[in-house]
C-alpha cells in the first residue's frame, strides 16, 4: 500500500488532537489548566528548567487523554456489550490521566508556592 506523504500523516494526526477536543470534556479542563500555567508562568517569570518541566507535563497529561480517548474509541468499536474487559481497559486508561494530572498538579505547586509567597 502506498504510504501517505508527511504532510498528510500530520493532519491526521492534528486531526485526531482536535476530535479530542471536540469530543472529551477532560481535555477541555486540561487545556484550560495549560492557559492558567502559562499565564501565572510568564506573571512570576519561571526559569528556562521550570519552563521545560511545564511543557513536559502538559504534553505528558495531554498525551495520555488522547490515548484514553483512543483506548475508549477502541473499546466500543470492539463491543458495545457491557464487559469486565472493557471496563478495565476504558477505567485503567482514565487512570493513566488522573495519575499523570495529579502529579502535574503536585509538581505545579512546588514550583509555584514559593513563588507567591516570595
Ligand atoms: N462496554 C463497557 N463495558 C463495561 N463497562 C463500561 C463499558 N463502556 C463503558 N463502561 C464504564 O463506563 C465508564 C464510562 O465510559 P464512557 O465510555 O462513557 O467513558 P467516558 O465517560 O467518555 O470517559 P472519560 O470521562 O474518560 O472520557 C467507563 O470508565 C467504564 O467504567
Redesign the pocket.
Known amino acids: 500500500m502506498k504510504k501517505d506523504p508527511f504532510y498528510k500523516s500530520l493532519g491526521y494526526a492534528l486531526s485526531g488532537i482536535i476530535q479530542c477536543i471536540h469530543k472529551?470534556?477532560?481535555i477541555k479542563i486540561h487545556l484550560v489548566f495549560m492557559i492558567l500555567v502559562i499565564i501565572c508562568g510568564f506573571l512570576f517569570r519561571l526559569s528556562v528548567i521550570e519552563w521545560f518541566i511545564c511543557i513536559l507535563l502538559f504534553a505528558f497529561v495531554i498525551s495520555l487523554e488522547l490515548i484514553?480517548?483512543a483506548i475508549?474509541a477502541v473499546?466500543?468499536l470492539c463491543?458495545?456489550?457491557?464487559?469486565?474487559l472493557?471496563?478495565i481497559a476504558?477505567?485503567t486508561?482514565?487512570g493513566a490521566?488522573l495519575v499523570s494530572a495529579i502529579a502535574s498538579v503536585i509538581i505545579g505547586l512546588i514550583i509555584f508556592i514559593p513563588k507567591i509567597f516570595s
Open positions: 472529551e470534556r477532560n484514553n480517548t475508549e473499546v466500543d463491543t458495545q456489550e457491557i464487559h469486565p472493557a471496563k476504558k477505567d486508561a482514565a490521566v
